[in-house]
Structures are given as C-alpha cells and as structure tokens.
C-alpha cells in the first residue's frame, strides 16, 4: 500500500503565497508521476499541476506561471509552491500519485490519493 499525507494548507490572504507538500511512504516504488488536484463544494475534483518522474510539468491554465510543482525523489516528496494566491484558488487541494511514468491531467490516471489539506484564500 501506498500513503499520501498533505500538508501545508492554510489561510492566507490574496496575493499571498502557500507550499503545500505531500509525503509518500510505504510501497513508494510503485508510484511515478504525481500530480495536485483540486475541489470545492459541489464541483468536480480538477486538475492543478501534474509532474513526471522525470520531471517534466503539466499545470491547468489557471494556476500556470504562479504555481510550481516539484519532487523531492529521495525524500518521497512532491511539493505545490502557490504565489500570486486568489480567492478563486480557495479548494481541498488533493496530492495524488500514479503508476504512470508521464505526467497526466486526468484524475483517473492517478491511483493514490492523499487526504486533502484545505487552502483558503482571503480577498
């Protein structure tokens, strides 16, 4: 089995800046490209950024050029950087891990899935 834990979520105001920050342990070798969604009350989980094993980035166009996403391979860590923080960014961010050595947007590439840690963004 595979775990995902979050964290780094919080309060922050617009403009601001987050890291969020996603442990992966137990059968981590089973695990490659991961990727960052997210979700609010009654909408579909999106995609946020996604990242290769060997690091290559995928980022929705609403979060390109102010969120950064990165991997730590030996520590079993991918990281989100958030600056330029909207209201419109306020969600569940989830962290999300795949099989897959290609980074990808759909959700349904990913097979482990973190808990979630809440970002909400302030006007």
């Known amino acids: 089995q595979v775990q995902l834990v979050e964290s780094g979520g919080g309060l922050v105001q617009a403009g601001g800046s987050l890291r969020l920050s996603c442990a992966a342990s137990?059968?981590?070798?089973?695990?490659?490209?991961m990727g960052w969604f997210r979700q609010t009350p009654g909408k579909e989980r999106e995609f946020v950024a996604a990242?290769?094993?060997?690091?290559?980035?995928l980022y929705a166009d609403s979060v390109k050029d102010r969120f950064t996403i990165s991997r730590d391979n030996a520590k079993n860590t991918v990281y989100l950087q958030m600056s330029s923080l909207k209201p419109e960014d306020t969600a569940v961010y989830y962290c999300?891990?795949?099989?897959?050595?290609?980074?990808?947007?759909?959700?349904?590439?990913?097979?482990?899935w973190g808990q979630g840690t809440q970002v909400t963004v302030s006007s």
């Open positions: 999300a891990g795949s099989g897959r050595t290609d980074s990808s947007e759909s959700k349904n590439d990913y097979t482990y």
């Open positions: 137990g059968r981590t070798f089973s695990i490659y490209a």
């Open positions: 990242i290769s094993w060997r690091g290559g980035t």
